[in-house]
């Protein structure tokens, strides 16, 4: 089955519905979706031209309804910018990454075609973290803690 963008869509909300009460706060609390939620936005399957399931405004949709989250169930917020934080960190060393591989190969034309697909899929990566920011950081109650968190360093 392909990539959905519609159920990746749904979970933030599917989330905050669990939330609503003590014991689905606690359970999502215990499995922590919320690093394996933002992973998609950097991995290659779910990016062009492997998948077309994260173009137009679906990382601003997630990170609204993480946004939705860390407002009403505060206990969850954490969790959230700690995974925020993660995700940044993985798009950084994967640019690093790509940096290094670069320098090393030199200007040959050997897997050219293969380094400007990674760097496409690493400008996708970009925006979707920074779609996701946008929507997080806009809450004045976020920024610090994403601040706290290292956020601002990883960025």
């Known amino acids: ?3 959905s963008s519609e159920l990746i869509m749904a979970v933030p909300n599917v989330l ?6 003590e014991d689905g706060a606690a359970a999502i609390k215990r499995a922590n979706p919320f690093p394996s939620l933002l992973a998609v936005f950097c991995h290659p399957r779910y990016a062009m031209p492997n998948s077309r399931c994260l173009l137009n405004e679906m990382a601003s949709i997630v990170g609204t309804g993480l ?5 009403h169930v505060s206990s969850l917020r954490p969790l959230v910018i700690d995974a925020v934080v993660g995700t940044i960190r993985r798009v950084a060393t994967l640019g690093k990454e790509l940096e290094e591989a670069e320098s090393k190969d030199g200007a040959g034309d050997d897997g050219e075609e293969e380094r400007e697909a990674a760097m496409n899929r690493l400008a996708q990566y970009a ?3 920074g779609q996701i920011l946008e929507q997080i950081l806009h809450t004045e109650e976020h920024v610090s803690p994403f ?3 290292g956020g601002l360093d990883a960025a």
Not at 67 to 71: F, L, S, T, V
């Open 1 to 3: 089955m392909p990539p």
């Open 16 to 21: 905050s519905a669990l939330a609503l009460t």
């Open 67 to 71: 946004d939705e989250i860390m407002r």
């Open 127 to 129: 925006s979707n973290v």
């Open 147 to 149: 601040a706290e968190a």
